[in-house]
Structures are given as structure tokens and as C-alpha cells.
């Protein structure tokens, strides 16, 4: 059915959604896009399904918004680019929403786009040995649509500290900016993540998907107002000399031109 992610589900209701572009570091594509929102409207209307986990394959968890797909957006019109922009916001509120607990198993590294992913998951678990960074000022563009969730996971105070500088970071600081709740050895993860899915096995399904639309409503508003300024930003930023600039630079593999690092 999929082609840039797999979905299975076990006995017990438990899905698991995996990221699967391993060769592309499960760098989000404009297909794995709208197959990660179709998922979350399958899995978010399955009454069989009492949680989800959300994982990569291969050695990186995601690396962001693909490449090409950033560079096919400066050479759209405006109105695609919207499109484009508004396509990816609404598979992370999708994700964000699902009425079913959303368990990030982080195996590897998490960039960018990758970084929103574990945002919107309730509760995200990571190997110890991972690195995570909002790279996108690196190329001359912003975490726009992500944005709302880093915020809402890690407050403004400490998103200061990493949403700007593109700084990578490891999992221990991960944890402490609030991104992971944990770091474990990756022979631990599985179990790490069982230990989160098993409480909900005993809680009443409709309860629980209560509970989390309640407790989204209580925390910082993510609305189509914010959602449509995201958009905003995110489309104003891709029309900018910065943006092209540090696109072109990583395919012709040199440093754009602001780049004075030694």
C-alpha cells in the first residue's frame, strides 16, 4: 500500500509506523508526506489500534524534509509552494492529533523535520548514541511548520538555546531540552518503548484519546492560525536569495557564501 513508510500492527492493537527511505536517511519526501497523513487518518480510525509507534529504518530516525523537495519548491510559484508548505503542516498536526497514544522510538539521528516528528509524538525514547539538530538556518531557511511542536515540547526558553544555531546536539542534552523523555542503549530501546505502550493496554481507548484531545487543548494553542503563519513563514523564507544560495550549496557540495566557519 506504502511506499516511503510500513505500518503493521500486532495482536495486542499495537501499530507500529516506520519511516522506511533508509537509503535517504528517511529524508521526507512530498510522497512520504502524504503517505505519513494517510496513515495517521488509517491508524487514527482503527478502533483495533491502542497505540502507535513511530520509528525509522536503517541507522537514521529522519533526516528532514528531502533535498529535492526543497529545491523543486524554489523553482515553484508561489501558489505551489503554499501548497507544498501546507501539505507538510497538516501531516505534522495529523500526527500531533491522533486520537491514540503516539510513542517515538528514535533508533538514530533526528534532523530538522526529523526533530518535529519526535515533537509531536506524547513520548519519544532515543538510543543514547543519536544526534539532533534544527539544521534548517544551515541552508537559509527556518523551522517554520515544525515550529509550534519543538515550542510546545521544549518551552521558548529552551528552544532559544538550539532553534536558530542549527548546533547539533546529543541525546543527553536531548533529554534535557525535553525532546526525550530517556536515552538508552540501542539494545534497550525495544524494551524502553514496550515499558511506555504496556499502561495503555489497560486503559479504556476512548478515555485515553479523550484525555490526550484535552490535554492538547490545555497546552500552547496549535490552531489553523498558527498553522496558516507557519505556512507563511516557511513560503517567504523559500523566496529568499539565503534559501536558494544555501540549497544550491549543498548540491554543489561547497559552503554558501555566509558560511565564515573555519
Not at 519526501?29 to 497505540?51: F, K, Y
Not at 538510543?127 to 521558548?156: C, D, N, Q, S
Not at 524494551?191 to 492538547?216: I, M, N, Q, T
Amino acid at each position: 500500500m506504502f511506499q516511503t513508510i510500513s505500518v503493521t500492527t500486532d495482536a495486542r492493537g499495537v501499530a507500529t509506523l516506520t519511516l522506511d527511505r533508509a537509503e535517504k536517511h528517511n529524508a521526507m519526501s512530498a510522497l512520504m508526506i502524504a503517505e505519513l497523513t494517510q496513515a495517521a487518518a488509517q491508524l487514527g480510525a482503527d478502533d483495533t489500534v491502542r497505540a502507535v509507534v513511530l520509528t525509522g529504518a536503517g541507522q537514521t530516525f529522519c533526516a528532514g524534509g528531502d533535498l529535492g523537495w526543497m529545491r523543486d519548491q524554489m523553482a515553484a510559484d508561489p501558489d505551489t509552494r503554499f501548497v507544498e508548505a501546507r501539505k507538510l503542516a497538516e501531516m505534522l498536526q495529523a500526527l500531533n492529533t491522533l486520537p491514540k497514544p503516539l510513542i517515538g522510538a528514535l533508533q538514530g539521528n533526528a534532523f530538522g523535520g526529523g526533530v518535529g516528528l519526535a515533537s509531536v509524538c506524547d513520548v519519544a525514547i532515543g538510543v543514547e548514541t543519536l544526534k539532533m539538530g534544527l539544521t534548517e538556518t544551515r541552508l537559509g531557511l527556518i523551522p517554520a511548520t515544525i515550529g509550534p511542536y519543538v515550542i510546545a515540547r521544549m518551552g521558548e526558553a529552551r528552544a532559544r538555546r538550539v532553534f536558530m544555531s542549527a548546533r547539533l546536539f546529543d541525546a543527553g542534552e536531548a533529554v534535557g531540552l525535553g525532546l526525550l523523555v530517556r536515552a538508552v542503549p540501542a539494545s534497550d530501546l525495544a524494551d524502553a518503548v514496550e515499558a511506555e505502550v504496556l499502561p495503555y493496554l489497560s486503559c479504556a481507548p476512548g478515555a485515553v484519546a479523550s484525555a490526550k484531545g484535552l490535554v492538547r487543548t490545555l497546552g500552547p494553542r496549535i490552531d489553523d492560525a498558527v498553522i496558516d503563519q507557519t505556512i507563511r513563514a516557511l513560503v517567504n523564507r523559500w523566496e529568499t536569495d539565503e534559501a536558494r544560495e544555501g540549497i544550491d550549496a549543498f548540491f554543489d557540495k561547497r559552503k554558501p557564501a555566509w558560511n565564515s566557519k573555519v
